[in-house]
């Protein structure tokens, strides 16, 4: 259906690799460098996340086996040192988790990304049990979307509701660049055009060849 944004499920991975409370410190490096993952959700129970380890937890341990004198300097927050000597997920992990539903828009995914300052979220159910994880680059496969696929959503869903006849506009894509061309009764509308056009999965940029009905076309 025309017009309706990917969810995280669409792109999220399904399969994840995920960790107990008490998971010691080496088996949770073991396991990033063999899924290549920068974090680990912690679970409990039936599948329940409760917390997450990032690389970013398990350096201070490595920075202060590494030169425990300038270390101890270097971690002087609390939680740091605690970190450092830590040696399981639930000593190591940051909880409560930021997470993220499965049918939350890409969008709302990123904007979660970006104030959490992370690269990967838990992906949850209403009870808060691990359905998978979305990462940074799930959120950029929209942009492999096909030019053509993208050009007829735009003709079917912002074209022809905006521009009806007898309006002339064209709408082509090239590398997720759309151009709207022709010519158009209400030149005001063009704003909205840009701003919907924008909204479409795949779309990198808008650009106009438009000209009101009668003026030569201009860009």
């Known amino acids: 259906m025309y017009g309706a944004p990917h969810i995280v499920s669409d792109v999220m991975t399904h399969t994840v690799a995920a960790v107990g409370p008490r998971a010691p410190f080496k088996e949770m490096v073991r396991l990033m460098r063999d899924w290549r993952v920068s974090a680990l959700p912690v679970i409990e129970g039936e599948g329940r996340v409760v917390g997450v380890v990032s690389e970013a937890d398990l350096l201070p341990t490595e920075e202060l086996r590494d030169d425990p004198d300038v270390g101890y300097l270097r971690l002087r927050r609390p939680a740091d040192l605690a970190k450092a000597e830590a040696v399981t997920a639930a000593d190591l992990m940051t909880s409560p988790p930021v997470t993220v539903r499965a049918d939350a828009t890409l969008a709302e995914a990123a904007r979660v990304m970006a104030r959490a300052r992370v690269k990967r979220l838990p992906v949850v159910d209403d ?32 074209v022809s509701s905006l521009f009806p006849p007898p309006s002339a506009v064209r ?49």
């Open 127 to 158: 009870l808060q049990l691990l359905q998978g994880v979305v990462s940074r680059s799930d959120l950029l496969k929209v942009f492999l979307r096909e030019d053509d696929d993208i050009a007829e959503e735009v003709r079917h869903e912002i």
């Open 171 to 219: 709408a082509e894509v090239s590398d997720g660049v759309v151009t709207l061309s022709g010519t158009v009764r209400d030149t005001a509308l063009l704003p909205v055009a840009a701003r919907l056009v924008r909204a479409v999965e795949g779309v990198v940029d808008v650009e106009f060849d438009l000209a009101r009905e009668g003026d030569a076309p201009r860009r």
